[in-house]
């Protein structure tokens, strides 16, 4: 069975750098004979976190229908909009449904133990840096294994082609070998 990987962006934007960088992970990880899902959270609106509404009606259905795919997967390609030096809200609200147990169910059933890999494109001069930090410390607490290396894309406004592709080789070359990572670590662990 080929390892199962779910890729997406924190970003909701259609024309979103991040999207762009999801994609360009996952064609790499692809390139080992995974089986990627490329998700965009725009087609899965979850409303915000709020658990008086989660003891009345449990998971909203699209809330639901993300942690499944997390469920079924191996690993994870995120790639995260960075928003005043942290996550995109988006991104952390996905993430908190996902987290949430339902009845008879393991804790943390959707992160526990799966592989990630991190990335981020931002305009600015650190291309999002500071948010994979937080992001990379609430993954891990809540038992996900984010492996070592990331990427970054500065200037990201310059930084891709009209067809979605990153200009600069050295950073294609990256991005992909993060796919291929994700992938090669998720099938010698034996996910």
């Known amino acids: 069975m080929p390892t199962r990987i779910v890729a ?5 934007r259609r024309d979103s750098f991040n999207k ?3 994609a360009l992970a996952a064609a790499g990880a692809r390139e080992t004979g995974a089986e990627v899902n490329l998700i965009d959270l725009r087609d899965l609106p979850m409303p915000l976190y709020d658990g008086d509404f989660e003891r009345e009606h449990g998971l909203p259905p699209h809330a639901r229908v993300f942690k499944k795919l997390l469920v079924d997967c191996d690993a994870m390609l995120i790639s995260s909009a960075e928003y005043n030096s942290a996550p995109s809200a988006v991104l952390k609200n996905a993430i908190d449904w996902a987290s949430r147990a339902e009845a008879n169910e393991a804790p943390l059933r959707a992160f526990k133990g799966k592989i990630v890999g991190l990335m981020s494109s931002s305009p600015g001069n650190l291309g999002g840096v500071r948010g994979l930090a937080a992001l ?3 993954l891990s607490n809540i038992g ?3 492996l070592p290396s990331q990427v970054t894309v500065s200037r990201a406004n310059e930084a891709f082609d009209a067809q ?4 600069d080789s050295r950073q294609r070359e990256q991005v992909a070998n993060l796919g291929i990572e994700v992938a090669s670590f998720a099938t010698r662990l034996g996910r």
């Open 8 to 12: 997406f962006a924190g970003s909701l």
């Open 20 to 22: 762009k960088l999801a």
């Open 136 to 138: 990379r410390s609430i």
């Open 144 to 146: 996900a294994i984010v």
């Open 164 to 167: 979605g592709n990153l200009v």
